[in-house]
């Protein structure tokens, strides 16, 4: 497993963020060569391997150096309450099942977020995102242009759902469940295409890059949500946080292409009666 020098305090946020998302995917790419076993967390896909523990430990230290007054949040379970009113939110491997496989869809991830407000929809100061078996970083944020190695992305498409394919995911448990899939059956059969490859920050940042034209999935966590949303808006993008059947239905994409989608979703409706019990609407909508 390779061992970094500590990253320098001097460093801004995006120097910082872009240097840990690529420490860590490159940590965890080197330990997947050394041999790795899944761990299973909620299901057979949702699992958890030696190589998001160590990342995410490296990460933690790093944050803990370099911003001592910042909050964590980590996927894994690092946590800590800053006092300078931001937060950084960390996912050292998205797309595990697809790591654990030996598929080169799965990427490092974080983002910086700003506490209070919408709890499940914060406001987000920048995100950075590391595909290292591609060597790609996508970055940007609230005054940071969106930007893949560093070119400038251009602005996204304002294309019509039936022109775009979209990345999306729906757990196959959901397919029973009505209220998941009525919403989600109504946005897939208004687009072009559609694509589902089990990472949010991957299809993402793909969406600011505009190699997919949408995206959306429901009861979505912070640390798949966030470093892609602030990518994607960096780029003109738009996204959004609409309820539909009770569960919380998170969208991105080109101002035309999130209207539709918003419209398609909420034509899924199914009234009264339908919502999830209880503590159901984020257990396994982004298991992947």
Not at 47 to 63: F, G, I, R
Not at 232 to 261: I, K, P, Q, S, Y
């Amino acid at each position: 497993m390779p061992v970094y020098e500590d990253l320098d305090p001097a460093l801004d946020d995006a120097q910082l963020a872009s240097a840990l998302v690529r420490n860590a995917g490159r940590m965890a790419l080197a330990m997947r060569a050394e041999g790795l076993d899944g761990e299973r967390k909620t299901s057979v896909s949702d699992v958890v391997t030696a190589a998001d523990k160590a990342a995410e430990k490296y990460v933690l230290q790093q944050l803990r150096n370099c911003r001592p007054e910042d909050g964590i949040l980590g996927e894994e379970g690092a946590q800590f309450t800053g006092s300078s009113g931001r937060t950084w939110v960390i996912d050292p491997v998205d797309g595990t099942y697809n790591f654990l496989s030996g598929s080169s869809y799965w990427c490092s991830a974080i983002a910086l977020r700003v506490d209070g407000g919408d709890p499940v929809d914060p406001q987000v100061l920048l995100g950075a995102v590391y595909q290292p078996q591609e060597e790609k970083l996508w970055l940007g944020g609230q005054q940071i242009p969106a930007t893949l190695n560093g070119e400038r992305l251009p602005v996204l498409s304002q294309a019509s759902l039936d022109q775009l394919s979209a990345a999306t995911y729906l757990h196959p448990t959901w397919l029973a469940r009505p209220e998941a899939a009525a919403p989600w059956l109504a946005a897939v059969a208004e687009l072009a295409t559609f694509r589902l490859l089990g990472s949010g920050s991957c299809d993402l940042s793909r969406v600011a890059q505009g190699e997919w034209g949408c995206w959306f999935q429901h009861s979505t966590p912070l640390w798949d949500w966030l470093p892609g949303k602030a990518i994607v808006t960096a780029a003109g993008g738009v996204t959004e946080v609409l309820r539909v059947n009770g569960l919380n239905w998170f969208v991105a994409g080109g101002a035309a292409a999130v209207a539709g989608l918003r419209a398609a979703l909420a034509s899924g409706e199914l009234g009264p009666g339908a919502s999830p019990a209880a503590g159901d609407a984020s257990a396994v909508g982004a298991d992947n």
